[in-house]
């Protein structure tokens, strides 16, 4: 079988149109492959039980963070080299055709453009580094012919794979961790963007081909800076219950089977419609926002006030002005030492209104100089203000462009909106943290009139 391999931990590529991964362990067929194609199989996990599996999966703005630990004992009499994989899922192919060449989706070339790669994927046994390669999955596109039981592997590219061997009849307690975008993705028609709804997706099936039923399993869903009321267990719905800002499900002796797979709706997708006016006069921009139902009207009508500004270089300075202009020379840089923990930015909005939304774009975007994103620090978490009364925290994904947050729960008019910087993702170069725009959207009572792109 070919195979293409190469370290997970040296990639770090940001898709649109994402991921799914899984449950450690494979796909057993019953069929014997006598060619030189054969899809990926785990081997020697079948001597090894599952204990106990415990799976953390927090939802954040842009991407969820996995963290599953496996409590596993070799029931064999001697030691156990074990091949496992975890699943890889394949990019949607787009299925528009060529005669339309104003409708584009953003979406890198080559391999990277089949697969979305992992962010920290980490495997450790017992508390050590375990290796992890990718091996693409021959069956993923559906070329070759399929055999009994190959419809599992619909969707999928690729596995991560590593190996470990298991002392005989002890207890081992197995790691992985790693960051997944959501699996979504944004059109654009001219000035319309259309963004589907973003998921993710767990496919706890996999776990299958370890010996015996999951003796006992616990999986916990938290919301980690995205509205509760938003997110939704599309399968399997009946297996969790909802604690607080938490879903559960705790299961004993399980044998997982594809309707035991995991898919959680995270966040709704949303149509935007957009208005530049770049003359000298204006310099401005206005759209209109459709989200969940609900209609707003997008604009930078507010005067903006900061805690502290990074001195001004012989380019450009750095004040809260820049944040109500339509293409920022430069960004807000907080103005303090350190990575501006607890600084904050504020917008008293000329005409208040009940607001759907905010759009913040974090760290230093610049369309001249795209490494400044990078080189400065940007928000990772925030706290949001209403007039001074109503508060919540919101997470922000590390990616350039806009970031919608959506408000909920608070219905008056909107005069002032503090931003406070709580948690950093830091600069590789600067230690002052920037912001460069932020958008309001005033709700609207109906929807406007408006033509969509074509």
């Known amino acids: 079988m070919r195979r293409v391999h190469f370290f997970l931990t040296a990639l770090g590529l940001c898709l649109w149109t994402q991921i799914a991964l899984a449950n450690g362990g494979g796909y057993a067929f019953g069929v014997k492959f006598t ?92 508390g050590s580094p375990v290796k992890a390669e990718f091996e693409i999955e021959p069956f993923a596109k559906g070329r070759i012919k399929p055999f009994p039981g190959s419809g599992a592997l619909k969707g999928i590219a690729g596995w991560v794979v590593s190996k470990v061997t298991f002392p005989a009849a002890a207890p081992l307690t197995l790691e992985i961790r790693y960051a997944a975008d959501y699996l979504g993705s944004s059109t654009f028609v001219s000035d319309d963007v259309q963004s589907t709804p973003l998921s993710f997706v767990y496919r706890l099936s996999t776990g299958a081909v370890w010996g015996g039923p999951i003796e006992k399993g616990t999986v916990t869903v938290r919301a980690d800076g995205i509205p509760t009321a938003e997110v939704e267990i599309a399968a399997p719905r009946e297996r969790f219950r909802r604690d607080g800002d938490r879903w559960l499900w705790s299961f004993q002796d399980l044998e997982p089977t594809l309707a035991d797979d995991i898919t959680i709706r995270a966040i709704p997708g949303f149509f935007e419609q957009r208005f530049d006016d770049l003359s000298a006069r204006e310099n401005r921009s206005w759209s209109y ?70 759009g913040i774009w974090p760290g230093f975007q610049s369309f001249k100089n795209p490494a400044r994103f990078e080189q400065n620090g940007r928000p990772a978490r925030v706290e949001i203000a209403l007039n001074g009364e109503h508060r919540f925290v919101a997470t922000l994904g590390d990616k350039p462009d806009d970031q919608l947050i959506p408000i909920l729960g608070y219905a008056k008019p909107v005069s002032k909106l503090r931003i406070t910087i709580l948690e950093v993702f830091p600069g590789s170069r600067f230690t002052d943290t920037c912001i460069s725009r932020v958008v309001l959207y005033d709700r609207l009572n109906e929807k406007p009139e408006i033509h969509h792109a074509r």
């Open 35 to 126: 060619g030189t194609v054969a899809p990926f199989q785990a081997s020697g996990t079948k001597y090894v039980r599952i204990l106990e599996e415990k799976l953390d999966i927090d939802l954040r703005r842009t991407d969820a963070s996995v963290v599953v630990r496996y409590t596993m004992r070799n029931i064999a009499d001697a030691p156990v080299l074990v091949q496992f994989g975890f699943p890889v899922e394949a990019i949607r192919e787009d299925d528009r055709g060529d005669d339309e060449p104003d409708h584009h989706e953003a979406r890198p070339k080559g391999l990277a453009g089949a697969i979305q790669q992992l962010k920290g994927y980490a495997v450790t046994a017992d």
């Open 289 to 358: 926002l459709e989200r969940d139902g609900k209609w707003g009207e997008g604009h930078q009508r507010f005067k903006a006030t900061a805690s502290s500004t990074l001195a001004p270089t012989k380019d450009h300075g750095f004040g809260a002005g820049h944040l109500a202009e339509f293409m920022p020379a430069a960004p807000w840089a907080e103005g303090v030492a350190g990575p501006g923990i607890g600084e904050w930015v504020e917008l008293e909005s000329t005409k208040p209104r009940r607001l759907l939304a905010l």
